[in-house]
Protein backbone atom coordinates (compact mmCIF):
# COMPACT_ATOMS: atom_id res chain seq x y z
CA UNK A 1 0.00 0.00 0.00
CA UNK A 2 2.67 2.49 0.73
CA UNK A 3 4.36 1.85 -2.71
CA UNK A 4 1.02 2.73 -4.42
CA UNK A 5 0.93 6.10 -2.32
CA UNK A 6 4.85 6.86 -3.11
CA UNK A 7 3.62 6.24 -6.96
CA UNK A 8 0.31 8.37 -6.57
CA UNK A 9 2.45 11.18 -5.26
CA UNK A 10 4.78 10.83 -8.01
CA UNK A 11 2.28 11.18 -10.54
CA UNK A 12 1.30 13.93 -8.96
CA UNK A 13 4.34 15.94 -8.60
CA UNK A 14 4.68 15.28 -12.50
CA UNK A 15 0.86 16.85 -13.04
CA UNK A 16 2.14 19.78 -10.95
CA UNK A 17 4.90 20.31 -13.95
CA UNK A 18 2.27 20.25 -16.75
CA UNK A 19 0.85 22.77 -18.73
CA UNK A 20 -2.95 20.87 -17.42
CA UNK A 21 -2.04 22.10 -14.09
CA UNK A 22 -0.86 25.11 -15.24
CA UNK A 23 -3.97 26.29 -17.33
CA UNK A 24 -6.05 25.13 -14.12
CA UNK A 25 -4.08 27.65 -11.57
CA UNK A 26 -4.03 30.51 -14.24
CA UNK A 27 -8.17 30.10 -13.73
CA UNK A 28 -7.28 31.13 -10.53
CA UNK A 29 -11.09 29.39 -8.64
CA UNK A 30 -11.05 27.00 -6.05
CA UNK A 31 -12.82 23.97 -6.73
CA UNK A 32 -14.82 24.07 -3.43
CA UNK A 33 -15.79 27.78 -2.58
CA UNK A 34 -15.75 28.77 -6.14
CA UNK A 35 -13.48 32.16 -5.02
CA UNK A 36 -10.77 33.32 -7.18
CA UNK A 37 -7.25 33.61 -5.99
CA UNK A 38 -3.80 34.28 -6.85
CA UNK A 39 -2.41 31.13 -8.86
CA UNK A 40 0.57 30.96 -5.50
CA UNK A 41 -3.04 30.91 -3.41
CA UNK A 42 -3.85 27.62 -4.74
CA UNK A 43 -2.67 24.18 -3.59
CA UNK A 44 -3.14 20.67 -5.56
CA UNK A 45 -6.09 18.75 -3.98
CA UNK A 46 -6.73 14.96 -4.68
CA UNK A 47 -11.07 15.14 -4.43
CA UNK A 48 -10.93 11.37 -3.34
CA UNK A 49 -8.13 11.51 -1.28
CA UNK A 50 -4.98 9.39 -1.76
CA UNK A 51 -5.90 7.58 1.82
CA UNK A 52 -8.89 7.19 0.73
CA UNK A 53 -8.03 4.93 -2.63
CA UNK A 54 -8.17 8.46 -4.60
CA UNK A 55 -5.69 8.37 -7.63
CA UNK A 56 -3.59 11.28 -8.70
CA UNK A 57 -5.13 11.59 -12.40
CA UNK A 58 -6.54 14.96 -14.09
CA UNK A 59 -10.09 13.67 -13.11
CA UNK A 60 -9.49 13.24 -9.60
CA UNK A 61 -7.19 16.32 -8.74
CA UNK A 62 -8.10 20.40 -8.51
CA UNK A 63 -7.37 23.28 -7.91
CA UNK A 64 -7.78 23.97 -4.24
CA UNK A 65 -7.23 27.57 -1.90
CA UNK A 66 -5.78 26.66 1.33
CA UNK A 67 -8.73 27.38 3.62
CA UNK A 68 -11.21 24.51 1.73
CA UNK A 69 -8.06 22.43 1.87
CA UNK A 70 -7.33 22.52 5.67
CA UNK A 71 -11.05 22.00 6.19
CA UNK A 72 -11.22 19.19 3.66
CA UNK A 73 -8.61 17.09 5.19
CA UNK A 74 -9.22 13.40 4.15
CA UNK A 75 -13.10 13.67 3.03
CA UNK A 76 -14.63 12.95 -0.23
CA UNK A 77 -16.80 15.16 -2.06
CA UNK A 78 -20.14 13.49 -0.59
CA UNK A 79 -18.93 13.83 2.64
CA UNK A 80 -18.30 17.15 2.27
CA UNK A 81 -22.20 17.83 1.14
CA UNK A 82 -23.48 15.64 4.03
CA UNK A 83 -21.63 17.77 6.59
CA UNK A 84 -22.60 20.84 5.17
CA UNK A 85 -26.25 19.15 5.19
CA UNK A 86 -25.90 18.81 8.73
CA UNK A 87 -24.55 21.94 9.60
CA UNK A 88 -27.89 23.39 8.05
CA UNK A 89 -29.76 21.32 9.42
CA UNK A 90 -28.17 21.88 13.12
CA UNK A 91 -28.71 25.52 12.93
CA UNK A 92 -32.15 25.53 12.01
CA UNK A 93 -32.55 23.59 15.16
CA UNK A 94 -34.09 20.28 12.99
Known amino acids: ?3 KTQKEKQK ?4 RQSQWWKQQLAKGVCF ?9 ELTMDHKIPLSRGGR ?3 GN ?3 CCKDCNNKKTY ?9 GLQND ?4 GT
Open 32 to 40: YCEKTFAPN
Open 75 to 83: LTPAEIVLA
Open 1 to 3: MAV
Open 89 to 92: AQKK
Open 61 to 63: IVP
Open 12 to 15: AREL
Open 56 to 58: STK
